[in-house]
């Protein structure tokens, strides 16, 4: 599949799908969202695998590969949503957006030779990132400052680089499908464990989800799965850098449906920082 078409698929998916985390995760709890998409997503991907036939692969070279990026994935998610229903999103998806630039940094440390417009281009999206953080209005920000916010995101950029990097070579071994299938599983397995375990030792009581909730997670599952099958799909070949480069456009459109529908204030200099990001995640698109 085409990587930079691949990466605007994903962009969309991811983008429609974080936005719409924040009220799941505001309306049921962080633990209830995780476990729902997750359920619902790995459910549906089962049954596709059946109709068309696809067998589990079996364990080989790429396992380690699928469990890294499950966690990283499990991680990532509850920490991305943490940070959108706290808000301001305006702050947290540029953030978390940035990810391509450490995405790119890690690829060159395993052989990859930068080039100026690379550097550039990563630059800009640090920058950008930064600036967006920064710059957002201070009466916007919900009891206890924008610090808990930006720490939770800076989190999830972390965790969503060892989504990016595991994944892609997980993709090496099993192909796309297959890849987001078997780590799909895990992120559920971890996820069921670490609730049990918070239960167990009193951090937390069983997730309980009221029917109706269903269908609308089943949903936001989808989108998700979506938005990292396209993601993988652009990864296969030699070019790993375009498509989760153009993804990460996701945090843009996140912002912006924030901005037409919840009416978050930005001033300039957020802008100029959504700005820098987009701009750098372009010229990342095309000059990788």
Not at 74 to 99: E, Q, W
Not at 151 to 165: D, E, F, N, R, S
Not at 189 to 198: C, D, E, I, S
Not at 277 to 284: S, Y
Request: hydrophobic share 60%.
């Amino acid at each position: 599949m085409n990587p930079v078409l691949a990466g605007v698929l994903s962009a969309l998916s991811l983008g429609t799908a974080d936005f719409a985390g924040r009220f799941a995760t505001r309306a049921w709890g962080a633990p209830n969202v995780l476990l729902g998409v997750f359920a619902s997503s790995f459910a549906l991907l089962s049954l596709w695998a059946i109709a068309r036939g696809i067998a589990v692969p079996e364990l080989g070279p790429g396992s380690v590969h699928v469990a890294l990026n499950g966690a990283a994935t499990a991680l990532m998610t509850v920490f991305l949503y943490l940070s959108l229903a706290r808000g301001p999103i305006s702050v947290a998806a540029p953030i978390v957006a940035s990810h391509p630039a450490v995405v790119l940094a890690v690829w060159f440390a395993l052989g990859e030779t930068p080039n100026a417009y690379q550097w550039l281009g990563m630059a800009m999206t640090i920058a950008g990132a930064v600036i967006a953080a920064r710059s957002a209005d201070k009466s916007a920000a919900p009891a206890g400052g924008m610090r808990p916010t930006i720490l939770m995101a800076g989190a999830a950029c972390a965790c969503y680089v060892g989504l990016v990097v595991f994944g892609q070579l997980a993709v090496r071994h099993y192909g796309p499908f297959e890849a987001l299938w078997q780590g799909r599983g895990v992120s559920l397995a971890g996820t069921l464990v670490f609730l049990a375990f918070a239960r167990a030792v009193g951090l937390g009581a069983a997730p309980r989800m009221k029917a109706r909730a269903w269908a609308p997670l089943a949903g936001l599952g989808v989108l998700d799965a979506a938005g990292y099958l396209f993601l993988f799909a652009g990864s296969v070949g030699d070019v790993q850098t375009v498509a989760p480069v153009v993804g990460s456009a996701f945090g843009a459109i996140t912002v912006i449906l924030a901005r037409v529908f919840l009416r978050e204030k930005m001033g300039a200099l957020q802008w100029i920082g959504i700005a820098l990001v987009t701009a750098g995640v372009a010229v990342l698109a095309g000059k990788s």
